[in-house]
T-cell receptor
Framework: QKEVEQDPGPLSVPEGAIVSLNCTYS??????FMWYRQYSRKGPELLMY??SSGNKEDGRFTAQVDKSSKYISLFIRDSQPSDSATYLC?????????????WGLGTSLAVNP | DGGITQSPKYLFRKEGQNVTLSCEQN?????MYWYRQDPGQGLRLIYY???????QKGDIAEGYSVSREKKESFPLTVTSAQKNPTAFYLC????????????FGQGTRLTVV
């Protein structure tokens, strides 16, 4: 079993839709949960950073962590064509070797006008 | 503007040649990282450095070398020992207080011809 699993998509939605992107992970020691957005041929951009469980909101983006289920989500409200990109989840433990960042493969999202 | 600059954006190398990728940051970050991104494989850590004059191997360091003589600079050399060097290379940085790679450069696409 991979440490982080992420459905690669592609996911195609109409403009204005609510988008749900998800990752599952296997190691309960993970404590830090991140979402990055990557446009084609560009470097990733940190979107959301969450420690432990709970929700975090930033504008149209909400990150959710459920440690009991080992499941993290990114919700995008009122999606826009400019949101079309690949979304990467990344997870990190707390100390020592667990500090290595574990990456999902990314989900490709297309928002159609 | 603060950020990370990678150069060149595109690089072509003949087989058997070494090539050096540049990464410079003006964010005053202590930690710097090199990743490789291949289709279907996600981001893989090559080397990282948490302080000047010190660096550690990541998951796929074979065939690569780095130096960290200045806080601002973390160049990556792809040597002829790297069997499959064609890839998209990404440099990232973070401060000591961050628990994730906070900023990425725009990447260098290396192609072996």
């Amino acid at each position: 079993q991979k440490e982080v699993e992420q459905d690669p998509g592609p996911l195609s939605v109409p403009e204005g839709a609510i988008v749900s992107l998800n990752c599952t992970y296997s190691n309960s020691a993970f404590q830090y949960f991140m979402w990055y957005r990557q446009y084609s041929r560009k470097g990733p951009e940190l979107l959301m950073y969450t420690y432990s469980s709970g929700n975090k909101e930033d504008g149209r983006f909400t990150a959710q962590v459920d440690k009991s289920s080992k499941y993290i989500s990114l919700f995008i409200r009122d999606s826009q064509p400019s949101d079309s990109a690949t979304y990467l989840c990344a997870i990190r433990g707390g100390t020592g070797n667990n500090r290595k960042l574990i990456w999902g493969l990314g989900t490709s999202l297309a928002v159609n006008p | 503007d603060g950020g990370i600059t990678q150069s060149p954006k595109y690089l072509f190398r003949k087989e058997g040649q070494n090539v050096t990728l540049s990464c410079e940051q003006n964010l005053n970050h202590d930690a710097m990282y090199w990743y490789r991104q291949d289709p279907g494989q996600g981001l893989r850590l090559i080397y990282y450095s948490q302080i000047v004059n010190d660096f550690q191997k990541g998951d796929i360091a074979e065939g690569y070398s780095v130096s960290r003589e200045k806080k601002e600079s973390f160049p990556l050399t792809v040597t002829s020992a790297q069997k499959n060097p064609t890839a998209f290379y990404l440099c990232a940085s973070s401060s000591q207080q961050m628990n994730t790679e906070a900023f990425f450069g725009q990447g260098t696409r290396l192609t072996v011809v």
